[in-house]
């Protein structure tokens, strides 16, 4: 989470009446500064409001730790101390353990308890050192003062008659119904406002649908004379209704997305659930109301409808509730599911039912007795039943029937009574009514699943089970081992000695002491040591849209200031400012992870100029985020990266060495088979996934290293083992800077040189820390004005203090200027011209290719990666069979031996149905499923690609051959089980083309789903793209209306259309070679095969040229993916 997104929430908490506060975490991405603030509001807040607040945090700085009035320790779920601040380092002390002079309080308390670094705080001389375990000082504490005034305490039962009683509120909200009501409407409102390109994009794709379908229907010239020219009136309400129903379904993912926020909100009793439904419910009528009359408006009098002005608002009136009942039904599914997979699942079930079961797709009479029930609770049916008699009793359809198959008086009933359909006007608003019923329905359950249904997932984190004898560390570590591991080999030209300046170095910097903890580590591959220099560097981006209607002038927003340093092998660097000063810019400008703006200044690695390409081959990044796939073991992810970022010339099993080198030095040996997973959801804990992070730079073999806050959001424990993992890799040599924001005295003191920024990106102190920060401490206080710091107090919280724009007003320094006159800057200034001329006898960086790896070995080791990550995916790949099954098993009860039972026209348009719903429904299925896959992916991609890993190509090679697989063994169930039970009779050559057919066809929705995502910037986006294709697919399928009876002008749409191909190529496949008569109303009887030439333009001869049709639409998706990744990156960076 981001530091805005975190004081947002921290504020969310204190604008509350509540005076019972519990806040988890509330400084992490915070610097020290602005946590000291913040936690210091809330100080006053409670001695102001006499209110009682409970906060955990991580590593907090000893001046915020001392804010605190009282502390609970905990550890290994048992309460070690609780009680005064003051006393609690005296418990200890009682113990057997004391605090260091230089230690913050709060990371000693949440170290004495590990077994790892217990025993460096033991001081009894008397007494041998022995672990103590929690149990035994939370037993400890109870025979301690503080420990026995509590049960004392706790023994005495409160009195409550010292409590007025109205101290507690009988109230469950702070607010009446009414104000809870206008509160969730304005936020409901201000949210559409905010999101709403997404409505004005639905609402084009509308627009561009209706004018799409008039085209094609009124170029049918909609003759309204006999039985024959219903069917395309009866196709365009059918197809309104569907588009209108589906326009909807964008919502669901809308609703699903905002849960989590709902879910917090409504357990904090911010509102009810009531409140928030209502105001949610309300304010999408007039959406239905646009959308709804939109296409009523351009479509009605478009096509050629009823002309009467009573039958045009009785029309708008059914889309309306159709639409509403759409919108309720997804709110509902979305509420029950809670998460987007199984809220797309949900939804996808729902859909399939009301669609095929509706009473086009196959007529009333011909439903199974056993599903009968489901045409009866389809909203669909009484949509289409609605329309179509407010169309076919009008009296334009008034003239006399002359099928004597067909009981009824005039056309138009008798083109209701061959589908089934009520005659009687009154069934128009029977049907309008039951919609309405469907909407109170919808929206109750939603209600009720919004207050009664819980979140469906918990975060959980991988826990290594830690032997005792293996978890216990030896400190004994003798530095003698320093000059023997300092020995690099290089396999080229033989061993190399490191000078004895980098030996002389450490053992003259503060930090050889702790290299007790952190020795020299033995690297089996050998690295070029190289340093980083950056002169008179600035970045702008183009002036924020929100800036210039504040009234800010320029074209441009400058974020760094001609900042200017020098980063050098051997030494860690740490880059610290007040939040917003522009520390990850700086880093992603010098790693060239800016994806826009405008950068100027020079950049030099080791004396040469800075080409992208082949830096990305010397650095690593470690990004924030921690960016991983989640379906993949720790060891594997290693694996991966160096297989594809290591030389050719290295073999397999010397780079598995170093795999398991780097797993030593970030100690995750322990974790090697656990699952990384979803960051928050499950795997890796937040840790964990710090040094999995840095390792997978780490076995890349990089020269530099830059690391974007790697203990951000960890505690003082976690961001120990973090510091020392990143201090061993500076010690092999390397160059590394981190940004960092709340770093403890300790970690603080872990760093060799400072950079430090002020707001507005200007530099304003660069060199070394010194022995405690002295040099540092030294510049600062040189300046006129600047406080002395405190005794004690961590350094980095005093420097962040004095620097924050709140001090600068007391001060009157600009710090930028003071340090461009320092001696330091000069010293700094020389240090760069001295770095920026390259060493004599040097070379500048060069590769021969530009991927470490072949394009053969980048398909291979992308596709080994796909492997593992799609067989322990059971979520997607699960639900994916299941759904398949699920849906072959509800055509075949549908359309239970329909396959060779064909005697009249509605069998075989039963049949074609069959066939088109199969079809479409699988096909969008995997289209949907696969969005959030690609979509996660693509962010691990875009890392992956930044790194110089592997070409986009590769990349997607592995993604398309990997769901291919999969594919296949779906087809194959869906085919045996739909051809088998539905009968089209079993002969090897026709279930050959059936399963051929269905194969090609989920392949080729599965890449355009994959594309969908490739060419947006989100799936919010992509999902409702992806509808308007799903639509236009629909319309010129050749179901709805016949390719014969499409105008000539827009038949090319019917040639584009891929799923118009495969239910052509699956229809003559199984039916094209049929002689069976079917009888046709109003016509003479024909056989199977004249009727599907003449009526529907399908043609056996045609089924080679389908396949190869099938396969080229698969490469053209296929295609526009690759290209898509490789050029559109939507990160904003």
């Given at each position: 989470m981001g530091e805005k997104e975190e004081r947002a929430c921290v504020g969310e908490i204190l604008v509350g009446p509540a005076t019972a506060l519990f806040m988890d975490e509330i400084s992490t991405g915070l610097d020290s500064s602005t946590?000291?603030?913040?936690?210091?509001?809330?100080?006053?807040?409670?001695?102001?409001?006499?209110?009682?607040?409970?906060?955990?945090?991580?590593?907090?700085?000893?001046?915020?730790?001392?804010?605190?009035?009282?502390?609970?320790?905990?550890?290994?779920?048992?309460?070690?101390?609780?009680?005064?601040?003051?006393?609690?380092?005296?418990?200890?002390?009682?113990?057997?353990?004391?605090?260091?002079?230089?230690?913050?309080?709060?990371?000693?308390?949440?170290?004495?308890?590990?077994?790892?670094?217990?025993?460096?705080?033991?001081?009894?001389?008397?007494?041998?050192?022995?672990y103590v375990p929690v149990s035994e000082f939370s037993n400890s504490f109870k025979s301690f003062h503080v420990g026995e005034q509590l049960s004392r305490n706790l023994s005495v039962p409160f009195d409550t008659s010292k409590v007025h009683p109205s101290t507690l509120t009988a109230k469950r909200y702070g607010i009446s119904s009414w104000d809870l009501m206008r509160a969730c409407f304005a936020r409901e409102w201000l949210l559409m406002r905010r999101n709403s390109f997404v409505y004005v994009f639905k609402t084009t794709q509308l627009i561009i649908l209706a004018a799409i379908t008039i085209g094609l229907f009124r170029g049918t010239k909609m003759p309204h004379e006999t039985i024959a020219d219903g069917g395309a009136y009866y196709g365009a309400i059918f197809f309104g209704l569907v588009s209108i129903m589906f326009n909807g379904y964008a919502d669901l993912i809308m609703t699903a997305v905002r849960l989590p926020v709902f879910y917090k909100q409504r357990d904090s009793l911010v509102y009810p659930a009531w409140a928030f439904g209502l105001s949610y419910l309300v304010l999408r009528v007039p959406i239905s109301l646009l959308e709804s009359g939109i296409w009523v408006v351009l479509t009605y009098y478009g096509i050629g409808f009823a002309p009467g002005a009573s039958r045009f608002f009785k029309q708008f009136l059914a889309y309306f509730f159709v639409h509403q009942t759409a919108l309720t039904q997804f709110r509902f599914v979305a509420s029950v599911g809670r998460t987007l997979l199984m809220s797309h699942t949900l939804g996808f079930f729902s859909n399939l039912l009301v669609f095929v079961l509706g009473g086009f797709i196959i007529a009333k009479d011909d439903i199974q007795p056993w599903w009968i029930w489901t045409y009866w609770l389809s909203p669909m049916t009484y949509g289409l039943n609605a329309v179509a008699i407010n169309e076919f009793l009008d009296i334009r359809w008034s003239k006399p029937n002359s099928d004597s198959k067909l009981d009824a008086s005039t056309i138009g009933k008798a083109i209701l009574e061959s589908r089934a359909v009520p005659v009687d006007s009154f069934w128009y608003w029977r049907s309008i009514g039951t919609l309405f019923g469907f909407i109170l329905l919808f929206n109750l359950c939603f209600i009720l699943a919004l207050t009664y249904l819980s979140p469906s997932q918990k975060s959980q984190g991988v826990i290594a089970n830690v032997n005792e004898s293996e978890s216990k560390m030896n400190h004994e570590t003798r530095m003698d081992n320093v000059e023997k591991s300092i020995e690099l080999q290089n396999a080229s030209i033989g061993p190399i000695v490191a000078d004895t300046t980098m030996l002389k170095t450490l053992k003259n910097s503060r930090n050889y002491g702790k290299l007790k903890h952190s020795v020299l580590r033995e690297v089996s591959l050998p690295f070029k040591r190289l340093s980083l220099v950056f002169n008179e560097l600035n970045y702008y981006i183009d002036m924020p849209s929100e800036m210039k209607e504040s009234g800010v002038q320029g074209k441009r927003l400058q974020l760094l200031r001609n900042v200017s340093g020098a980063f050098r092998p051997g030494l860690l660097t740490a880059l610290i400012g007040v939040t917003g000063a522009g520390k990850t810019t700086l880093l992603d400008v010098l790693a060239g992870r800016k994806t826009g703006g405008y950068i100027e200044g020079n950049i030099s690695v080791s004396g040469y100029p800075k080409r992208q390409e082949t830096f990305a081959r010397i650095s690593g990044y470690c990004e924030q985020n921690d960016i991983h796939s989640p379906n993949v073991t720790v060891h594997e992810s290693l694996m991966f990266s160096a297989f594809l970022r290591l030389s050719p010339e290295i073999d397999l099993k010397t780079k598995k060495m170093f795999v398991e080198e780097i797993m030593d030095l970030v100690e995750l040996n322990l974790l090697r088979d656990a699952m990384v997973g979803l960051s928050g959801v499950d795997g890796l804990s937040t840790e964990q996934r710090k040094r999995l992070t840095i390792a997978v730079e780490l076995v890349a073999n990089p020269s530099i290293i830059?690391?974007?806050?790697?203990?951000?959001?960890?505690?003082?424990?976690?961001?120990?083992?973090?510091?020392?993992?990143?201090?061993?890799?500076?010690?092999?040599?390397?160059?590394?800077?981190?940004?960092?924001?709340?770093?403890?005295?300790?970690?603080?003191?872990?760093?060799?040189?400072?950079?430090?920024?002020?707001?507005?990106?200007?530099?304003?102190?660069?060199?070394?820390?010194?022995?405690?920060?002295?040099?540092?401490?030294?510049?600062?206080?040189s300046i006129p004005g600047v406080p002395k710091i405190p005794e004690g107090y961590n350094p980095a919280t005093w420097v962040?203090?004095?620097?924050?724009?709140?001090?600068?007003?007391?001060?009157?320094?600009?710090?930028?200027?003071?340090?461009?006159?320092?001696?330091?800057?000069?010293?700094?200034?020389?240090?760069?011209?001295?770095?920026?001329?390259?060493?004599?006898?040097?070379?500048?960086?060069?590769?021969?290719?530009?991927?470490?790896?072949?394009?053969?070995?980048?398909?291979?080791?992308?596709?080994?990666?796909?492997?593992?990550?799609?067989?322990?995916?059971?979520?997607?790949?699960?639900?994916?069979?299941f759904s398949t099954c699920v849906t072959a098993l509800i055509f075949c009860t549908v359309f239970w031996r329909k396959g060779m039972n064909i005697d009249k026209q509605q069998d075989l348009f039963n049949l074609l149905g069959a066939i088109y719903a199969a079809i479409l429904f699988v096909g969008c299925n995997n289209a949907n499923c696969v969005l959030p896959i690609v979509a996660i992916e693509r962010t691990v991609?875009?890392?992956?690609?930044?790194?110089?890993?592997?070409?986009?190509?590769?990349?997607?090679?592995?993604?398309?051959?990997?769901?291919?697989?999969?594919?296949?063994?779906?087809?194959?169930?869906?085919?045996?089980?739909?051809?088998s039970l539905i009968d089209f009779?079993?002969?090897?050559?026709?279930?050959?083309?059936?399963?051929?057919?269905?194969?090609?066809?989920?392949?080729?929705?599965?890449?355009?789903?994959?594309?969908?995502?490739?060419?947006?910037?989100?799936?919010?986006?992509?999902?409702?793209?992806?509808?308007?294709?799903?639509?236009?697919?629909?319309?010129?399928?050749?179901?709805?209306?016949?390719?014969?009876?499409?105008?000539?002008?827009?038949?090319?749409?019917?040639?584009?259309?891929?799923?118009?191909?495969?239910?052509?190529?699956?229809?003559?496949?199984?039916?094209?070679?049929?002689n069976n008569m079917v009888k046709i109303p109003g016509e003479p009887s024909m056989d199977v095969r004249t009727f599907l030439e003449q009526k529907l333009g399908y043609r056996h001869d045609f089924l080679g040229y389908i396949a190869l049709v099938h396969v080229c639409f698969a490469l053209f998706f296929i295609f526009i993916f690759a290209f898509s990744i490789k050029f559109l990156n939507f990160q904003k960076r």
């Amino acid at each position: 989470m981001g530091e805005k997104e975190e004081r947002a929430c921290v504020g969310e908490i204190l604008v509350g009446p509540a005076t019972a506060l519990f806040m988890d975490e509330i400084s992490t991405g915070l610097d020290s500064s602005t946590t000291f603030k913040m936690v210091k509001f809330i100080k006053q807040m409670v001695c102001a409001m006499d209110a009682q607040v409970i906060i955990s945090l991580l590593q907090p700085a000893p001046e915020t730790f001392e804010l605190f009035d009282d502390i609970i320790l905990l550890s290994e779920g048992q309460v070690v101390y609780q009680g005064p601040r003051e006393n609690i380092l005296e418990f200890f002390t009682s113990v057997g353990f004391k605090c260091p002079q230089r230690k913050g309080v709060a990371d000693f308390l949440q170290e004495v308890t590990s077994r790892r670094d217990q025993e460096q705080y033991w001081f009894r001389e008397d007494k041998p050192y022995r672990y103590v375990p929690v149990s035994e000082f939370s037993n400890s504490f109870k025979s301690f003062h503080v420990g026995e005034q509590l049960s004392r305490n706790l023994s005495v039962p409160f009195d409550t008659s010292k409590v007025h009683p109205s101290t507690l509120t009988a109230k469950r909200y702070g607010i009446s119904s009414w104000d809870l009501m206008r509160a969730c409407f304005a936020r409901e409102w201000l949210l559409m406002r905010r999101n709403s390109f997404v409505y004005v994009f639905k609402t084009t794709q509308l627009i561009i649908l209706a004018a799409i379908t008039i085209g094609l229907f009124r170029g049918t010239k909609m003759p309204h004379e006999t039985i024959a020219d219903g069917g395309a009136y009866y196709g365009a309400i059918f197809f309104g209704l569907v588009s209108i129903m589906f326009n909807g379904y964008a919502d669901l993912i809308m609703t699903a997305v905002r849960l989590p926020v709902f879910y917090k909100q409504r357990d904090s009793l911010v509102y009810p659930a009531w409140a928030f439904g209502l105001s949610y419910l309300v304010l999408r009528v007039p959406i239905s109301l646009l959308e709804s009359g939109i296409w009523v408006v351009l479509t009605y009098y478009g096509i050629g409808f009823a002309p009467g002005a009573s039958r045009f608002f009785k029309q708008f009136l059914a889309y309306f509730f159709v639409h509403q009942t759409a919108l309720t039904q997804f709110r509902f599914v979305a509420s029950v599911g809670r998460t987007l997979l199984m809220s797309h699942t949900l939804g996808f079930f729902s859909n399939l039912l009301v669609f095929v079961l509706g009473g086009f797709i196959i007529a009333k009479d011909d439903i199974q007795p056993w599903w009968i029930w489901t045409y009866w609770l389809s909203p669909m049916t009484y949509g289409l039943n609605a329309v179509a008699i407010n169309e076919f009793l009008d009296i334009r359809w008034s003239k006399p029937n002359s099928d004597s198959k067909l009981d009824a008086s005039t056309i138009g009933k008798a083109i209701l009574e061959s589908r089934a359909v009520p005659v009687d006007s009154f069934w128009y608003w029977r049907s309008i009514g039951t919609l309405f019923g469907f909407i109170l329905l919808f929206n109750l359950c939603f209600i009720l699943a919004l207050t009664y249904l819980s979140p469906s997932q918990k975060s959980q984190g991988v826990i290594a089970n830690v032997n005792e004898s293996e978890s216990k560390m030896n400190h004994e570590t003798r530095m003698d081992n320093v000059e023997k591991s300092i020995e690099l080999q290089n396999a080229s030209i033989g061993p190399i000695v490191a000078d004895t300046t980098m030996l002389k170095t450490l053992k003259n910097s503060r930090n050889y002491g702790k290299l007790k903890h952190s020795v020299l580590r033995e690297v089996s591959l050998p690295f070029k040591r190289l340093s980083l220099v950056f002169n008179e560097l600035n970045y702008y981006i183009d002036m924020p849209s929100e800036m210039k209607e504040s009234g800010v002038q320029g074209k441009r927003l400058q974020l760094l200031r001609n900042v200017s340093g020098a980063f050098r092998p051997g030494l860690l660097t740490a880059l610290i400012g007040v939040t917003g000063a522009g520390k990850t810019t700086l880093l992603d400008v010098l790693a060239g992870r800016k994806t826009g703006g405008y950068i100027e200044g020079n950049i030099s690695v080791s004396g040469y100029p800075k080409r992208q390409e082949t830096f990305a081959r010397i650095s690593g990044y470690c990004e924030q985020n921690d960016i991983h796939s989640p379906n993949v073991t720790v060891h594997e992810s290693l694996m991966f990266s160096a297989f594809l970022r290591l030389s050719p010339e290295i073999d397999l099993k010397t780079k598995k060495m170093f795999v398991e080198e780097i797993m030593d030095l970030v100690e995750l040996n322990l974790l090697r088979d656990a699952m990384v997973g979803l960051s928050g959801v499950d795997g890796l804990s937040t840790e964990q996934r710090k040094r999995l992070t840095i390792a997978v730079e780490l076995v890349a073999n990089p020269s530099i290293i830059f690391m974007d806050e790697p203990t951000s959001g960890l505690d003082a424990r976690a961001a120990a083992i973090v510091m020392r993992a990143i201090r061993n890799t500076v010690n092999t040599g390397r160059t590394v800077v981190c940004t960092i924001h709340q770093p403890s005295i300790d970690i603080f003191e872990t760093f060799d040189e400072l950079l430090l920024m002020q707001r507005g990106g200007q530099l304003i102190y660069a060199g070394e820390l010194g022995h405690h920060s002295s040099h540092l401490i030294e510049y600062f206080e040189s300046i006129p004005g600047v406080p002395k710091i405190p005794e004690g107090y961590n350094p980095a919280t005093w420097v962040l203090e004095i620097t924050s724009p709140s001090f600068k007003p007391w001060l009157k320094l600009d710090f930028a200027e003071v340090y461009e006159r320092s001696s330091i800057y000069k010293r700094n200034q020389e240090l760069i011209n001295e770095l920026s001329i390259p060493s004599s006898g040097s070379m500048d960086l060069a590769f021969s290719k530009r991927y470490a790896q072949s394009f053969v070995a980048q398909c291979s080791a992308c596709f080994w990666k796909q492997y593992r990550a799609y067989w322990r995916n059971p979520q997607y790949n699960g639900i994916r069979f299941f759904s398949t099954c699920v849906t072959a098993l509800i055509f075949c009860t549908v359309f239970w031996r329909k396959g060779m039972n064909i005697d009249k026209q509605q069998d075989l348009f039963n049949l074609l149905g069959a066939i088109y719903a199969a079809i479409l429904f699988v096909g969008c299925n995997n289209a949907n499923c696969v969005l959030p896959i690609v979509a996660i992916e693509r962010t691990v991609f875009n890392r992956e690609r930044a790194a110089g890993m592997y070409s986009s190509f590769a990349y997607a090679f592995a993604q398309v051959c990997i769901e291919i697989i999969y594919i296949a063994a779906q087809s194959l169930l869906y085919s045996l089980l739909l051809y088998s039970l539905i009968d089209f009779g079993w002969k090897l050559d026709k279930f050959f083309w059936f399963f051929l057919l269905m194969f090609m066809c989920l392949v080729y929705f599965t890449c355009f789903g994959m594309m969908t995502v490739a060419i947006t910037p989100n799936q919010k986006v992509a999902n409702v793209l992806i509808f308007f294709f799903y639509c236009l697919w629909n319309l010129f399928s050749g179901f709805i209306i016949p390719r014969k009876l499409m105008p000539f002008g827009l038949r090319w749409l019917f040639w584009a259309n891929p799923v118009a191909w495969s239910l052509h190529g699956i229809v003559v496949s199984q039916l094209g070679e049929l002689n069976n008569m079917v009888k046709i109303p109003g016509e003479p009887s024909m056989d199977v095969r004249t009727f599907l030439e003449q009526k529907l333009g399908y043609r056996h001869d045609f089924l080679g040229y389908i396949a190869l049709v099938h396969v080229c639409f698969a490469l053209f998706f296929i295609f526009i993916f690759a290209f898509s990744i490789k050029f559109l990156n939507f990160q904003k960076r």
